[in-house]
């Protein structure tokens, strides 16, 4: 069955770039849309943007200026990079696939998601 | 401040119905579906409810969702201890081109 593993740093500097990548297995990156999502330890969830396995993205407003996603399908890869990390950008980091281009599930309805790595901010 | 509003809490006796509210506006749910989570402690979230109403496969009938307006909502039936845990409901937004969560519900089996 398809499964997805985040990976990256665990610690990362103020004013530094965070960059996590979800490496997908058992199955097809292409034709599905891909997000990352994000929990602070005891809050909630909140998006931070996804991208199509052809490339096509979309980011949250609040995190737009700081954020780039990318996929290497030839790796079965995505990436996530968040510039100019504060402490408010400590938080546990997922990956969810959502729905397949024409498929029958929505493309924000997270069907699979990464087990999550925890990503602090501090010097 | 979460875009969608759902109680911080709720709470029901095993074999009890209990159900949770999801409260958005006409960008969010009023223009779109609205999808379900529910997220044990210590583990990433579990999708459960899609397309308002819609099961994955391998989710109890015990779940249902339904929405009307700019409000859903999650019941669950027959309660069980392995029922708790975080609850969240998530819609896209046109508005701000963005999925949006609630703020979570944390259910409690008494």
């Known amino acids: 069955q398809v499964q997805l593993q985040e990976s990256g ?13 979800c490496t997908v297995s058992g199955g097809s990156i292409s034709s599905y849309y891909w997000s990352w999502v994000r929990q ?3 809050k909630g969830l909140e998006w931070i943007g996804r991208l199509y396995s052809s490339g096509g993205t979309n980011y949250n407003p609040s995190l737009k ?8 399908t030839s790796k079965s890869q995505l990436s996530l990079s968040l510039s100019s990390v504060t402490a408010a950008d400590t938080a546990v980091y997922y990956c ?4 397949a281009h024409g498929g029958s599930r929505p493309r924000n309805a997270f069907d699979i998601w990464g087990q999550g790595t925890m990503v602090t901010v501090s010097s | ?18 159900t949770i509210s999801c409260s958005g506006s006409s960008s969010d749910i009023g223009s779109n579906t609205v999808n379900w989570y529910q997220q044990l402690p210590g583990t990433a979230p579990k999708l459960l409810i899609y397309y308002n109403n819609q099961r994955p496969s391998g989710v109890p009938d015990r779940f249902s ?10 019941a669950i039936s027959g309660l069980q201890s392995e029922d708790e845990a975080d609850y969240y409901c998530a819609a896209w937004d046109d508005s701000l081109n963005a999925v949006v969560f609630g703020g979570g519900t944390k259910l409690t089996v008494l």
Request: net charge positive; hydrophobic share 25%; charged share 10%.
């Open chain 1, 9 to 21: 740093p665990g610690l990362v500097k103020p004013s530094e770039t965070l960059s996590l990548t």
């Open chain 1, 40 to 42: 602070p330890a005891g």
């Open chain 1, 65 to 72: 200026s700081r954020v780039t996603m990318s996929v290497d």
């Open chain 1, 96 to 99: 969810a696939r959502g729905g």
């Open chain 2, 1 to 18: 401040q979460s875009v969608l509003t759902q109680p911080p809490s709720a709470s029901g006796t095993p074999g009890q119905r209990v």
């Open chain 2, 65 to 74: 969702g339904s929405k009307s307006g700019t409000s859903a909502s999650l």
